[in-house]
């Protein structure tokens, strides 16, 4: 059971707006800790996509956007595109466990 | 650019400790904690710990029990080892560079399976 919590997986048509949300905790994002955003392809290392709840690294398309409101966060993919399919984590500080922590995953298909 | 590269031994006994290098070019190893990060095939992404040059290390309070890191800035290297392992822990072990509590950017990763 991950501390944060995302769907399995969301589905979406090309050119559609999907959202992917996070719910974290007290703990977390509710103590005001950044949530982080990352990018997995089958067989290659995680991408970072959000940084800082809100902010795009060099390289990482404008239809990606993160935000953060309570204990809840949400990455949103605007203009869906076929390349978009992947498994996107979410990412944070725990001030209860110490540690960093990650949600489960979730699969986002291109119909 | 940064570059992280995970190396160890592929397979590994149940009960025997795991020992992995991960080499980082492209930017002083002493400016940053770096991280271990591992993925069990099928499954999501569990944070093992982070270290800092000066030995300053962050462990996932799961597994502190039976992991420690070194960094060697000599040879750009930063080292974890795990000991007692049991199949559970067969997953890609990956190292990351820690930026601003988030992790960018990630080695390919090394797979480690625990098989006798």
């Known amino acids: 059971q991950s501390v944060l919590t995302q769907p399995p997986s969301v589905s979406g048509a090309p050119g559609q707006r999907v959202i992917i949300p996070c719910t974290g905790t007290?703990?977390?994002?509710?103590?005001?800790?950044?949530v982080h955003w990352y990018q997995q392809v089958p067989a290659t290392p995680p991408k970072l996509l959000i940084y800082g709840t809100t902010n795009r690294p060099s390289g990482v398309p404008d239809r990606f956007s993160g935000s953060k409101s309570g204990t809840s966060a949400s990455l949103a993919i605007t203009g869906l595109q076929t390349e978009d399919e992947a498994d996107y984590y979410c990412?944070?500080?725990?001030?209860?466990?110490?540690?960093?922590?990650f949600g489960g995953g979730t699969k986002l298909t291109v119909l | 650019q940064v570059q992280l590269q995970e190396s160890g031994p592929g397979l590994v006994k149940p009960s025997e400790t795991l020992s992995l290098t991960c080499h980082v070019s492209g930017v002083s190893i002493t400016n940053y904690y770096w991280s271990w990060i591992r993925q069990p095939p099928g499954k999501g992404l569990e944070w093992i710990g982070n270290v800092y040059h000066s030995g300053n290390a962050n462990y996932n309070p799961s597994l502190k029990s039976r992991v420690t890191f070194s960094v060697d800035t000599g040879k750009k290297e930063v080292t974890l080892k795990m000991t007692s392992l049991t199949a559970a822990d067969t997953a890609v072990y990956y190292c990351a560079r820690v930026v601003a509590e988030g992790f960018d950017p990630w080695g390919q990763g090394t797979l480690v399976t625990v098989s006798s």
């Open positions: 990412q944070s500080y725990d001030a209860s466990l110490r540690g960093w922590v």
């Open positions: 007290s703990s977390n994002f509710g103590a005001g800790y950044d």
